[in-house]
C-alpha cells in the first residue's frame, strides 16, 4: 500500500456543496451590480416600495371599472394620470441634470406616500369618486414626470463602476416584475376579501422603505451647476441631441410605437378578468401575475448577460415577441391560454423595455442624462395615456379583444421597421462600443505594421 505523500496538498473533494458553490461563482457576474452598497440599498427599499405601488394600480383600475363599468372611464382615468407626465417629462429632465438627483426622489417619494394616503382615507370614508380618483391620478402623473427621469438619471451614481449599470438596469428590471408578480396577487386577494381601500393604505406605507433607503445612501454630490442658460436653451440642446443620434432616436420611435399601441392592453385587463373570462378581481391578480412571470424570465436573463453586446438585436426581437403574445392574448376565451399569451406578451415587453435602456444608458452623454431619459420616460409613460384612451375607445367600439390584437399587429409592424434600420445602427454604435472597450478594436488596428502592409 502506498503511503500519501503529506508535502502534497490534498486532492480536491467534489462534495455537493462544492459543486453549488461552483456554480453559484460561475453565475456571481449576474448580480455583480449589487456590490455597490448604494444599489443595495435602493434594492431593498424599492423592492418593497414596487410591491405596493402595483398593488394600488391594480386597485385603482378594479375600483373604476367596479364604479362605472366602462372601458372609455378606464383609459380616460390612465390618460389622467400620465398626461402630465408626457407634458412636463421634458422640463423635469433639465431640472434633474440641474439639481442633487437624490433629493428630487426623496421628494418625489414623499408626495407619492400623500397620494396613496388619501387615496385611502377617501376609500375607507366611502367618499371616494370618479372625480377624486381623477385628481389624484393626475397628482400621481405630476410627481411621476420628476421622479421617473431622476430615478434612470440616478442610477449612474448608485453604481460607480460604469461596467456594472447594465447589470444594474438588468436587476432593477428584474426587481420591478418581481413586484409585479407579487403586487397584483396580494391586490386581487385584498379586494376580494375586503376592499381597495387596503392596498392604498399598504402602498403609502411602503414608501417609508425607499426614502429610508435613499436617507441612508452615501452618495457623492458634486456642486449645483448654477447655468448661464435658460432652461428652454436647455431644453432644445437635450431635444436636438436626441433627434440628432440615430441609435437614440430611433430606439424611442419604436419605444414610443410600443408604448402607444402594445403597453395600454394592461388597462384592459379588468374587461378580460370580468366579461371575456367571466372572471373578479383574483382573476385580474392571475393575469397580471403571469405577465410579471414573463417579465421577470427576461429581466433575469438580461442580467445573467456580461455585456451589452448584441443588445440591438433584441430589441425588434422583443417587439415581435410582444405583439405575437397580445395577438395571442386577444383571440383566447381560455383562462389558462389567456395566462399564457400575456406571460408571452410580459416577456417581451420587459425585453425590450430593459434593452433600450440599457443601451441609451450607455450611449448617453453624462451632462444630457437627466435630458435623454426625460425623453425616454415621454416614450415609455408619455404615450401611454393617449394609448390608453385609444385603447378605451377602440375597446368601445370593436371589443377589447380585437382592439388587442389589432394593436399587436401595429407592435409587429413597428419592430419591421426597425430591422430596416439596423445596418445604420451598427455602422453608427461599433465605433462608440470600440472607443469604450466594449467591444475590440479591427484587426487591422491589432496587428503590426508590416503584417498590415503584407
Known amino acids: 500500500m502506498t503511503t500519501p505523500d503529506r508535502n502534497q496538498p490534498p486532492e480536491p473533494i467534489d462534495l455537493p456543496a462544492t459543486r453549488t458553490l ?20 435602493f434594492f431593498g427599499g424599492q423592492s418593497i416600495s414596487l410591491i405596493g405601488t402595483w398593488m394600488t394600480r391594480i386597485a385603482t383600475w378594479w375600483l373604476v371599472y367596479r364604479l362605472t363599468h366602462s372601458a372609455l372611464l378606464l383609459g380616460t382615468v390612465s390618460f389622467a394620470g400620465q398626461i402630465p407626465t408626457f407634458l412636463l417629462a421634458p422640463f423635469a429632465g433639465v431640472w434633474v441634470d440641474r ?9 418625489t417619494q414623499a408626495l407619492s406616500m400623500v397620494q396613496s394616503l388619501l387615496l385611502a382615507v377617501l376609500t375607507f370614508t366611502g367618499l371616494i369618486g370618479l372625480g377624486s380618483i381623477l385628481a389624484l391620478s393626475v397628482m400621481q402623473g405630476l410627481i411621476n414626470a420628476f421622479d421617473m427621469p431622476g430615478r434612470q438619471a440616478f442610477m449612474v ?20 416584475n418581481m413586484a409585479r408578480l407579487v403586487g397584483p396577487s396580494l391586490a386581487g386577494l385584498l379586494i ?17 422603505a425607499v426614502i429610508a433607503s435613499l436617507i441612508a445612501m452615501r452618495v457623492a454630490v458634486a456642486a449645483p451647476r448654477r447655468k448661464s442658460s435658460s432652461a428652454f436653451t436647455e431644453l432644445r440642446e437635450g431635444w436636438s441631441y436626441v433627434a440628432g443620434f440615430l441609435p437614440i432616436r430611433t430606439i ?16 384592459l385587463m379588468p374587461i378580460f378578468a370580468g366579461k371575456v373570462l367571466h372572471g373578479g378581481p383574483h382573476t385580474l391578480g392571475f393575469l397580471m401575475g403571469a405577465m410579471g412571470v414573463g417579465a421577470l424570465i427576461s429581466a433575469l436573463s438580461l442580467a445573467a448577460r456580461k455585456t451589452v453586446r448584441g443588445l440591438i438585436r433584441i430589441i425588434p426581437l422583443s417587439a415581435m ?13 381560455n383562462f389558462y391560454l389567456s395566462m399564457l399569451g400575456v406571460l408571452v406578451a410580459g416577456m417581451g415587453m420587459m425585453q425590450g423595455m ?3 435602456n440599457t443601451i441609451i444608458q450607455t450611449l448617453v452623454s453624462e451632462d444630457k442624462r437627466g435630458r435623454v431619459m426625460s425623453y425616454y420616460t415621454m416614450a415609455f409613460v408619455g404615450m401611454a395615456p393617449f394609448g390608453s384612451l385609444l385603447a378605451g375607445s377602440m375597446a368601445s367600439a370593436w371589443g377589447a379583444p380585437l382592439t388587442v390584437i389589432v394593436n399587436g399587429g401595429v407592435v409587429i409592424l413597428g419592430a419591421a421597421w426597425f430591422l430596416t434600420q439596423f445596418p445604420a445602427l451598427r455602422r453608427t454604435v ?21 503584417e498590415v502592409e503584407s
Open 354 to 356: 430593459a434593452a433600450s
Open 252 to 267: 424611442l420611435l419604436l419605444f414610443a410605437v410600443v408604448s402607444l399601441m402594445g403597453m395600454p392592453f394592461v388597462v
Open 192 to 208: 376580494a376579501a375586503s376592499s381597495e381601500a387596503w392596498c392604498f393604505l399598504i402602498d403609502g406605507i411602503s414608501y417609508l
Open 157 to 176: 451614481q448608485m453604481v460607480e463602476d460604469r461596467a456594472d449599470l447594465s447589470n444594474a438596469i438588468a436587476i432593477n428590471s428584474s426587481m420591478v
Open 22 to 41: 461552483g456554480v453559484f461563482a460561475r453565475h456571481a457576474h449576474a448580480w455583480r451590480a449589487l456590490r455597490h452598497r448604494n444599489f443595495r440599498l
Open 321 to 333: 415577441v410582444f405583439g405575437l403574445g397580445l395577438i395571442g392574448f386577444g383571440l383566447s376565451r
Open 99 to 107: 439639481l442633487d438627483r437624490r433629493k428630487v426622489l426623496v421628494w
Open 430 to 450: 461599433r465605433p462608440i462600443y470600440r472607443e469604450m472597450g466594449i467591444i475590440p478594436p479591427p484587426p487591422e488596428e491589432l496587428a503590426p505594421a508590416e
